[in-house]
Structure formats: structure tokens, C-alpha cells
């Protein structure tokens, strides 16, 4: 039978309940700390109260709980240990964690780093190895490596603004050999949603199952002829971007999924919001969170007249399948 691999083991993934395709509970450091402070999250505290909006919000679409989709990557701060204990202290959460790479410039000085001294078939092996086996305590900032119980469950490739460099591609080769090998769905870093369709288009020429790719950020190209061109590939988007008003209105949000949704693609969407950085959190102080999609999104899409079947696609059943990991090849 199908699974998802949780931090708590694999589960029949229609146990997911509301299901929060990228967020962020937890980030100890590393290069997106380095470029701006407020994305430092090691507060464990915090990460219980801001995860716990996030299960109380999923209730009120009559299930136990919901899943966040933890998109920190190898060697970017990530912590499998607290978000151990998040999820200890919060009944009705579930997490998927990530392995794999963000874009290039978050890992600050790359002609250095592992990815470029190893192969693609050596970065592949640690890959599998964070799903099979279980993630680096060290989150492969080295030089010893010490497995915990907790495995991967969502591989991470990410680019740049408009280019997808060679440390990016190789990356994505990488990313690419894992999925095939265990059957794990990749989720995706657009810059500003560029570089959407070559990510698509890329790894599925890699051999990747289109249905096991998402492509994240893409609302912040908000062009439906575009994102139904991606769509078209196989893949999923996701979406998220919550609140963000400094960048566009969430009616930008709405309007390409009811567009989406007209063309047949209803089904291939995952909503996040990205709440990265603790400005974007509620545990900090904002007026808004990582329970967003729940708590306001699928209300106002009601509101807006959308299907509640289509909301509840959305919200859940679009993400059970995602999170689903495929036969390995
Ligand atoms: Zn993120």
C-alpha cells in the first residue's frame, strides 16, 4: 500500500488531514540566517504555539489534525532533533521532513562546499540515505555523520532569479536519481516563480514521475497561462505566499486557482504559505501564520463560491496524493 513518511514513521497517507505543502517550524542557522536574521526559527517554544494555530485551524475542516511539509534542507540550519520535539508537544500534527538543496546562494560559498567536490551518484547516496535510512543529526554540515530515527519523507531542489546555475543543476540530478530510486515526491524552490516549467520540464526529462514533482512558490508569477503550461507537464504546483501583501493581494491567489481550477487542473494544486521567517509568524507577533490556508484561504474561496469540493482538494485531498511516495525503480 501506498505511504507517507512522516517524522513519526509512515502513515496511510490519507491520515494526512489538512495538509500545509511548505512551511517552516524550525531553522537553527546557516546561510539564510547569515543574509537575513529574521529567518533564525530555534525557538521550540514558539514553533509548538505557531504549529498548534496550524491543528486548531485544520479542525474546523472536520479532521484530527494536519501535516506541515518542512521544507529546511540539508545543510540550511535544519534540525531534526527539535522538530522531534515539536511534534511530541503537538497533538494532531504530523511533519514531512526534507533533504535536498536549496538555490545556490543560500549556501554563501559554494566552490567549497560538498555538492561541488562529490558526484551526482555520491549526492544521491546521501539523499537516499536521509529517506531510507534516516537524517543526519549534523544535517550534513560535517564532517561526522550520525543517522537518527527520523526520515525524510520530501525532496528539496531549488534555483536562482530567471537561471538555474551548475551547482543548481547538478543538484536537481541529484534530487532527480533519489526520487527514482525510492519512490520520494520532489517539492520545489522558484525564485520570484521563475524557472517553474524548466524545473518541470527537467526533471521529468531526468525520469522523475511528473505526478511526484511540485513546483513551489509559483503563485509569485501569478499568470495562470503560464502555471497551466506546468500543470500540462504532470506536475503539481504549489502555492503559497499567504498575506504577502507587500508583494501582490491574495486576490492574485484566488483568481489563478479558480482559472486552475476552470482548466481542469484543480487537482494538481498544494497550498502552503511559507511563513519562513519569524515576521511571517503569528508566535512572533504577527497578525498571520502558518494556519492561514485553513483558517482564512478556504473560508474566503467559499466565500468566493468556489466548490467545497475543489477547496477540499486544496486543502487536503491534492496533498495525500503528492506526499504519496511512488514504487521505487
Ligand atoms: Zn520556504
Redesign the pocket.
Known amino acids: 500500500m501506498s505511504f507517507a513518511r512522516t517524522l513519526r514513521g509512515d502513515v496511510d497517507p490519507s491520515t494526512l488531514g489538512v495538509v500545509n505543502g ?3 517550524l524550525i531553522r537553527t542557522g546557516a546561510g539564510e540566517v547569515y543574509i537575513d536574521a529574521d529567518h533564525l526559527l530555534d525557538d521550540v517554544d514558539k514553533a509548538v504555539e505557531e504549529a498548534t494555530y496550524f491543528v486548531d485551524a485544520s479542525k474546523k475542516w472536520s479532521v484530527d489534525g494536519g501535516t506541515i511539509i518542512e ?2 534542507p540539508a545543510n540550511c540550519g535544519r534540525d531534526v532533533d527539535l522538530l522531534a520535539q515539536v511534534s511530541e508537544r503537538v497533538p494532531g500534527l504530523q511533519i514531512i521532513i526534507a533533504t535536498g538543496f536549496h538555490r545556490q546562494a543560500n549556501y554563501l560559498e559554494t566552490r567549497s562546499h560538498w555538492v561541488t567536490r562529490y558526484s551526482v551518484d555520491q549526492i544521491a547516496d546521501l539523499l537516499v540515505a536521509d529517506i531510507e535510512e534516516g537524517i543526519d543529526r549534523y544535517d550534513y554540515s560535517g564532517p561526522l555523520v550520525e543517522r537518527t530515527q527520523y526520515r525524510a519523507g520530501v525532496i528539496k531542489v531549488a534555483t536562482s532569479y530567471g537561471k538555474i546555475t551548475a551547482f543548481e543543476r547538478k543538484c536537481m540530478e541529484a534530487a532527480a536519481q533519489a526520487s527514482i530510486r525510492t519512490g520520494c515526491p520532489i517539492n520545489t ?1 522558484t525564485t520570484y516563480g521563475t524557472c517553474g516549467l524548466e524545473q518541470a520540464e527537467q526533471l521529468i526529462e531526468l525520469g522523475v514521475a511528473p505526478e511526484k514533482v511540485a513546483i ?2 509559483i503563485q509569485r508569477n501569478a499568470d495562470p497561462y503560464y502555471l497551466a503550461e506546468i500543470c500540462a507537464t504532470g506536475a503539481y504546483l504549489e502555492m ?1 505566499g499567504t498575506y504577502r501583501i507587500k508583494y501582490q493581494p491574495d486576490s492574485n491567489r484566488i483568481m489563478c486557482l479558480r482559472e486552475l481550477g476552470e482548466k481542469g487542473y484543480g487537482k494538481q494544486i498544494l497550498l ?1 504559505t ?1 511563513s ?1 521567517k519569524r515576521g511571517y509568524q503569528k508566535a512572533y507577533g504577527s497578525v498571520t501564520g502558518v494556519d492561514f490556508n485553513a483558517l482564512v484561504d478556504g473560508p474566503r474561496m467559499l466565500a468566493e463560491g468556489f466548490d467545497r469540493a475543489y477547496v477540499e482538494d486544496l486543502l487536503m485531498y491534492n496533498g495525500h496524493r503528492f506526499a504519496a511516495f511512488a514504487e521505487a525503480r
Open positions: 511548505h512551511d517552516h521544507m529546511c524552490h513551489g512558490h503559497d502552503g511559507d519562513g
